[in-house]
Structures are given as C-alpha cells and as structure tokens.
C-alpha cells in the first residue's frame, strides 16, 4: 500500500513537472567556471520515492511560476531547492513551494543551480538569477524591491549567501542586467545547512556580516541534524542588531517541504506567510 501510494505521488509530481513554465537561462553565452556543454538537468531515477531529483545541472535557468490573474502582489521569490549541493530535491522544495507563493500572489521562480559539488558556481547562479529577475520585473509586473530569495536545506545555506555577500563579485558581467543589484530584498531560510561551519560550530567565515543584509525569517526543528545552523545564523544576526524572527520546533527532522505528515511542514508556512505580509506591508 505505501509502495503505491508513493508511486501515486510520483505520478502526480512527474505531471506537474511536465506541465510547460517559461524558463529563463541564465548566462546567454559561456557559464562562468563551467566546463561541461550546456545540458537538459540530469534526472536522478536511483531513488524509488515521491520526489524529483536532479543529479546534474549544466544550464543554470529559472522557471517561472506565475500567480493568478488579478492576485498579483508585485511581488516575487527565487526558490532554492536542496540537496547538500549534490542534487537538487526539485519538486519537494521547488515547483511545490512555488505553488504555495502563487497562491499568495507571489511570482516565484524555481532556480536551476548548478550542481554537484560547484558552490561557487551555485552562488554565482543565485546572483545572476536576482539581476535577470529585477531586470525584468515590469514583464512580470513585480516591484523591483519587493524580490526575495529562500531555500531549503544547501538551498538555505546559498540563500543566506546570496543575502550577505551580494556585494562580492563572483562573475564578470554578461549584460546589462549585471548593472542592477543582486540584493533580495528579504531571505527565508527554511532548515538551513552549512552556516555552521566556523570554528566550534560557529557562523561560517564567508558570511561576513554588515548592515544592508535584507531581513531574515528562519525556521528549524529541534531534531534536525543540520538544526545549529539555525541557531547559528539567528544569534549572528540578532547580535549584529539586523532584523531575524526565528521558530524553533521540537520535532520535524529535515525535508519536509510542505508535504503532509508532519506538524513543521504544516506550520512553517503559516509563520512565513505572515511574516512577509508583515514585512511587505501587504496586510
């Protein structure tokens, strides 16, 4: 029963999957470091569960998830699915939480970064993302400053970068929307990982932090193994005095997105709602 029931679910998940987005790809020409041929995503098949992994991605892009007629906020969030920056969990922390934002009348936009193992690569895919979406933003009828960013799990760990090191040149620019700022205008930071990696288990050296970085909504569990990562980022950015609002719960684990089953999927997206109506002022 639970093995068909999981087929089920795959089904469901390939479906939407194949339903037709317009896609953005990010760098026009050669991608900055990359020495692989421009590629469709790899689809992991190994894993015989309800979620869409890519094991490969060689053509950084966004895929554009649009609101409902006559719901738009004008305002919008760059997805960064998962995975330890090895795969990424597509449709669980992807397509699925662009659905959540389109129902709020967000424009959400799912990126594509690079992977496996290409960190840099990933925070230069976040960066260009951020500018081809702000230099584009009228086509989608989005305010320039009401343009966020958040991940899940490596997602959480390269949004946070994205969100502090906006101001490091990470690529030569391409076009004219390299002119524009690569800054979010707020960051979500749901389970993150890998903030944790100084000495002790302290903030990561790279984040440096300062006093432009955007807002920031963080929310954990208690039994996540990745959980000081929470923990970390929050107390570093409550004793910088930048604006944090952090939920903590007991239990949950890692991955959840917002499937049923658990209360932490449940819950963390009713915080995060009202946390950006509250920071977008759109109550």
């Not at 960064?80 to 669980?92: E, K, R, S, T, V």
């Not at 090191?165 to 076009?175: A, E, G, I, M, R």
Request: charged fraction near 20%; charge should be positive; proline fraction near 7%.
């Amino acid at each position: 029963m639970k093995k068909s029931f999981a087929i089920l679910l795959m089904m469901c998940s390939l479906s939407a999957f194949s339903q037709k987005h317009e896609m953005i790809y990010l760098w026009p020409g050669k991608v900055p470091g990359e020495v692989k041929e421009k590629t469709a995503p790899s689809v992991d098949t190994s894993q015989k569960d309800a979620i869409i992994r890519f094991s490969e991605v060689t053509n950084p892009a966004l895929e554009v998830f649009l609101p409902k007629p006559g719901t738009n906020s004008q305002s919008a969030v760059i997805i960064c699915p998962g995975g330890g920056y090895q795969i990424l969990a597509y449709d669980l922390e992807g397509t699925e939480i662009a659905a959540w934002l389109n129902k709020m009348g967000f424009t959400a936009f799912v990126l594509q970064y690079r992977i496996p193992n290409k960190k840099e690569g990933a925070l230069q895919d976040a960066q260009r993302a951020m500018r081809v979406v702000r230099d584009n933003c009228k086509k989608w009828n989005i305010d320039p400053d009401r343009i966020g960013i958040m991940g899940f799990s490596a997602g959480g760990s390269l949004s946070a970068r994205a969100s502090i090191l906006f101001n490091k040149k990470t690529y030569s620019p391409v076009d004219k929307s390299d002119s524009l700022s690569c800054r979010p205008s707020f960051t979500m930071l749901i389970y993150p990982a890998y903030l944790d990696q100084g000495p002790n288990l302290s903030l990561t050296p790279e984040l440096e932090l300062n006093k432009n970085v955007p807002p920031i909504f963080v929310f954990q569990t208690s039994d996540d193994p990745y959980g000081n990562s929470a923990l970390v980022i929050a107390s570093a950015l409550r004793n910088a005095k930048l604006p944090v609002e952090m939920h903590l719960l007991p239990e949950g684990g890692h991955g959840y997105g917002v499937r049923p089953g658990k209360i932490a999927a449940k819950t963390w997206p009713l915080l995060a709602e009202h946390w950006l109506k509250r920071t977008l002022h759109l109550e």
